[in-house]
Nanobody
Framework: QVQLVESGGGLVQPGGSLRLSCEASGSIFNKDPMGWYRQTPGNQRELVAR???????VYANSVKGRFTISRDNAKNTLYLQMNSLKPDDTAVYYC???????????????WGQGTQVTVSS
């Protein structure tokens, strides 16, 4: 029904920058909220940032001032611009999309495949 494809991960040095992209396809509506989580082995999945169709944003305290979430509704694409990267930012980053199922009245969450971000000198 919905597919999310992530790209942009890689290996960078501390202080560097990366931009993650998440392209949605299928039965997509511009109003659907989207966001990013990250996870390292043995750790709880952490919300990094999310954005609504109206542009309201929420950030984890650990990334405020360094990361920026945005969306291009014409392209059905979500972005995460990451600046001043730290080793603690190393994780697998997952994008998600929340969509209302009007038949069941339940919001369904769709996930991307994940992209590895490694920050190391």
């Amino acid at each position: 029904q919905v597919q999310l494809v992530e790209s942009g991960g890689g290996l960078v040095q501390p202080g560097g920058s990366l931009r993650l992209s998440c392209e949605a396809s299928g039965s997509i509506f511009n109003k659907d909220p989207m966001g990013w989580y990250r996870q390292t082995p043995g750790n709880q999945r952490e919300l990094v940032a999310r954005i609504t169709s109206g542009g309201s944003t929420v950030y984890a305290n650990s990334v405020k001032g360094r990361f920026t979430i945005s969306r291009d509704n014409a392209k059905n694409t979500l972005y995460l611009q990451m600046n001043s990267l730290k080793p603690d930012d190393t994780a697998v980053y997952y994008c998600y999309l929340d969509q209302m199922n009007w038949g069941t009245a339940v919001v369904e969450r769709y996930w991307g495949q994940g992209t590895q971000v490694t920050v190391s000198s």
